[in-house]
């Protein structure tokens, strides 16, 4: 696997990955994750196995000392092989290296795996948001100190 970064030409299979990852009401319109890869300060991360996208993340600065993990999207059949993992790496390192101080992310309530995930990077749950999703489900912020 290896990471690289977004060609716009990439928007319509990240849109793809979106849809079969997250339920509608949590996963994003094509327009979204377009605004996402584009914002001033973003940076997008994308892993290929075999010239194939297996999964990418978004990520951005939330002011001057703090950055947002917007998505992290692995394909199903990819999951559980350290693809997710590279790319958090990635996304900490950027960071970390902008001299940012603390990292977040939000992710749905019932979404456990996800949750254990990110727990075991360190991760915590600091704040619950009742109907943050469009469809009405809730999700927990989950923060890093980095």
């Not at 339920?23 to 914002?39: M, T």
């Not at 749905?108 to 991760?123: H, P, S, T, V």
Request: net charge positive; with cysteine.
């Amino acid at each position: 696997m290896r990471l690289r970064t977004f060609h716009p030409s990439d928007l319509p299979i990240l849109y793809e990955i979106d849809q079969a990852c997250f339920p509608p009401g949590v996963s994003y319109a094509k327009s979204e994750l377009s605004r996402f890869v584009s914002q001033r300060g973003s940076r997008t991360w994308i892993a290929e196995e075999g010239g194939q996208i297996v999964g990418f993340l978004i990520a951005g600065r939330a002011g001057a000392s703090v950055a947002h993990i917007v998505t992290i999207d692995v394909r199903a059949e990819c999951r559980r092989r350290g693809v997710g993992r590279t790319m958090m790496n990635a996304a900490e390192k950027w960071a970390r290296d902008r001299k940012l101080e603390l990292v977040y992310l939000e992710t749905a309530e019932d979404n456990l795996i996800a949750q254990r995930f990110y727990q075991a990077r360190g991760y915590s749950k600091v704040e619950r948001i009742e109907g943050y999703y469009a469809n009405g489900q809730a999700a927990w912020v989950m923060a890093k100190n980095l």
